[in-house]
């Protein structure tokens, strides 16, 4: 069992990945816990996340060759994650990944025991910060807010509301990590 992966996942609004970000910043250097890098089709350039990046073409063929432990679409993208992100559990270390909720069961498939971690936001603040990204018209975000809603959080989940301050929210991830069965400590 994989009880060292950590699978987070969120609706768009969250703020996943600004969590994700302050939680890069404030856990201690030298924990054994390893981020997982993506392969996504967008550029590089195109800002967040440090990842590969790759056209569809690219990305099929690496899914062809096996490169992926795990790969999904979502939001007009295709997302991976290369076995070589996933090898650090062999040493005991930890692993988190970025993910999706519509991938979550076949992570969960594919690897048991890994630890789900739900960022989200009550509809309002969804709705509002949706709104400030100015990507997708009121219908869309409608639409989002309703999925967001609707989502069933998988039994054993960590689930982290992201409704106040960025600070807020990493500490509540920090300390549900810090409570995970061997979960490192600092040195």
Do not use: C
Not at 149 to 171: C, D, K, R
């Amino acid at each position: 069992m994989n009880t060292r992966l950590v699978y987070v996942m969120g609706p768009s609004g969250a703020g996943k990945d600004s969590v994700l970000g302050w939680l890069r910043e404030h856990l201690p250097a030298n924990l054994p816990v390893h981020w997982a890098r993506r392969t996504i089709t967008r550029p590089a350039s195109a800002g967040g996340e440090a990842h590969e990046a790759t056209d569809a073409k690219g990305f099929e063929q690496l899914q062809s060759q096996g490169a992926f432990a795990l790969a999904w679409q979502a939001n007009g993208l295709h997302y991976g994650v290369r076995h070589t992100e996933l090898a650090p559990l062999q040493q005991g270390h930890w692993v988190l990944v970025n993910g999706s909720r519509g991938h979550w069961p076949q992570a969960a498939q594919s690897h048991p025991g890994l630890q789900v971690v739900h960022i989200t936001a009550d509809p309002a603040t969804l709705a509002q910060r949706l709104t400030q990204r100015q990507r997708e018209t009121p219908e869309e975000i409608g639409q989002r807010v309703a999925r967001a809603s609707a989502f069933m959080v998988p039994p054993g989940a960590i689930e982290i509301l992201n409704n106040g301050t960025l600070a807020q929210a990493g500490q509540q991830l920090l300390l549900a990590l810090q409570g995970l069965e061997a979960w490192p400590s600092p040195n």
